[in-house]
């Protein structure tokens, strides 16, 4: 599955953006889709995940409250609203299709990634 992320940009800290996420070609699976994001230097690390459902998601602990992961199933796209922005939030933003159903997940559990999408946070 080939994925399509965009809404990545240049934010001042304070601010939010919305990234979305797509398969180009395909529907939805019914497994869990999710958000990662890679720094520089830094591993890449879980944001976000939901359930095919959308009535479970998962969030690193640190983000929480700030991040909101929500799907669409209708309109095949998985979104991740981003509110108040830090410059640590600067990274780049992978969209992620699960082998499984939980919306927690591991860099092992996905099968498929995006593309990436840059998200540049300004102090």
């Known amino acids: 599955v080939q994925l399509q992320a965009c809404g990545g940009g240049l934010v001042q800290a304070g601010g939010s953006l919305r990234l979305s996420c797509a398969p180009s070609?395909?529907?939805?699976?019914?497994?869990?889709w999710g958000w990662f994001r890679q720094a520089p230097g830094k591993e890449r690390e879980f944001v976000a995940g939901?359930?095919?459902?959308?009535?479970?998601?998962s969030y690193d602990n640190s983000l929480k409250g700030r991040f909101t992961i929500s799907r669409d199933n209708a309109k095949n796209t998985v979104y991740l609203q981003m509110n108040s922005l830090k410059p640590e939030d600067t990274a780049v933003y992978y969209c992620?299709?699960?082998?499984?159903?939980?919306?927690?997940?591991?860099?092992?559990?996905?099968?498929?990634w995006g593309q990436g999408t840059l998200v540049t946070v300004s102090s």
């Open positions: 992620a299709a699960s082998r499984f159903k939980l919306s927690t997940m591991t860099r092992a559990d996905v099968a498929s």
């Open positions: 070609g395909r529907t939805f699976s019914s497994n869990a």
């Open positions: 939901i359930s095919w459902s959308g009535t479970t998601t």
